[in-house]
């Protein structure tokens, strides 16, 4: 069964600081990984995807890695700024479809 | 991506009602799901919903607590019933859709159910 895991749970920066959220997964068969973001008490904002093949893609100040090998993946985000503050979810697609979450990193940007 | 859109946005009931979830999609789209969210956890798949036939439930999930409906590519309600304050959580649908050449996961907004 795949199991994701997320650290830090929790991450308080000043803004302007480039930062790195970390997700592991422990079934290096996946068949894509995806990065969210949550605000409080909303839906998903779809940010990355990264297919089995690829080992990073980005997206403005975003970058995302995969490491299926060490099943690992990081989301960096460069010169962080306070609307950049969420919770980034990420999803490991163990299938077609199938997702599997990690909690989340609560990120707080602080001007 | 699609514009997915959930009524009611968020709701307050009591013990032992149920209540029902719509989702929309401004497109015809083949694979639908329902997930919930729970106070500081992640999601967690409830079903898929196939068009034309019974949802698929992951385990720990039933039929009669929570049956979902599928009557078109475009629209589900998922029905919570007999709720109790455990149901408390955020129900979201998504949507897969090709992407790039490949296939993604796209999120509606969420559904905030509260039970006293």
């Known amino acids: 069964k795949q199991e994701v895991t997320q650290i830090p749970a929790a991450l308080s920066v000043p803004e302007g600081e480039n930062l790195v959220l970390n997700c592991s997964f422990t079934d290096s068969a996946i068949y894509n990984l995806q990065w969210f973001r949550q605000d409080p008490g909303k839906g998903l904002t779809s940010l990355l995807l990264i297919q089995s093949s690829q080992r990073e893609q980005t997206s403005g100040r975003l970058n995302a890695s995969l490491d299926k090998s060490s099943g690992r993946s990081t989301l960096y985000i460069a010169a962080s700024q306070p609307g950049d503050s969420a919770t980034y979810l990420c999803a490991a697609a163990s299938g077609y479809s199938t997702l599997t979450f990690g909690k989340g990193t609560m990120l707080l940007v602080s001007p | 991506s699609a514009v997915i859109s959930q009524k009611p946005s968020r709701d307050i009931c009591q013990r032992g009602t149920s209540l029902t979830i719509q989702c929309q999609v401004d497109s015809q789209v083949t694979m639908m799901f329902w997930y919930r969210q729970q106070p500081g956890q992640s999601l967690t798949l409830i079903a898929t919903?196939?068009?034309?036939?019974?949802?698929?439930?992951e385990s720990g999930f039933v039929i009669d607590k929570f049956p979902i409906s599928r009557p078109n590519l475009t629209f589900s309600t998922l029905t919570v019933s007999n709720m109790s304050p455990e149901d408390s959580s955020i129900y979201l649908c998504?949507?897969?859709?090709?992407?790039?050449?490949?296939?993604?996961?796209?999120f509606g907004p969420g559904t905030r159910l509260t039970v006293l």
């Open positions: 919903a196939n068009q034309g036939s019974e949802a698929t439930y």
């Open positions: 998504s949507v897969l859709l090709p992407s790039g050449g490949f296939n993604e996961q796209f």
